[in-house]
């Protein structure tokens, strides 16, 4: 939790979830986040049943751009998903979210954990083999396939 709290401290993206505030209880850390209400990426593409290529592209293209930025400040996310991708109220505007799995790309001896999850992960995370940010890329493939 503590390395989560610490790298989205380190955010500010238009296209990646805020974080205002941590407090600490006696039993439990509160993140005050930035309010959205328009639900995950996953229930939206359940409602609609598929995306049009023009309007797959628009949320292809603000998820890229959102990982571009990370990878710049050497961070994997290493978990993208349509659960983890948020929507603002209308339907264009996506942020990314769940950054749990998240970590710089500079600890070496964390690039060979198994994490994310099953169907959108890159096949060198499912082989124990050694990776780096490509794997977030792969993820919005299967995003985009799925889209």
């Known amino acids: 939790m503590i390395n989560e709290i610490n790298i989205m401290r380190t955010l500010n993206h238009p296209n990646i979830i805020k974080l205002y505030e941590v407090y600490e209880g006696e039993f439990h850390i509160y993140l005050v986040l930035e309010l959205l209400k328009g639900g995950e990426l996953f229930d939206r593409i359940i409602k609609k049943g598929h995306y049009s290529e023009r309007d797959a592209s628009v949320v292809i293209r603000k998820l ?84």
């Open 64 to 147: 890229l751009w959102a990982l571009e930025y990370l990878h710049q400040k050497g961070i994997m996310h290493r978990d993208i998903k349509p659960e983890n991708l948020i929507l603002k109220d209308d339907e264009d505007e996506i942020k990314l979210a769940d950054f749990g799995l998240a970590e710089y790309e500079d600890k070496k001896e964390l690039l060979f954990k198994r994490c994310g999850t099953p169907g959108y992960v890159a096949p060198e995370v499912l082989e124990d083999k050694k990776y780096d940010t490509k794997v977030d890329i792969f993820s919005a493939g299967v995003i985009l396939y799925i889209l």
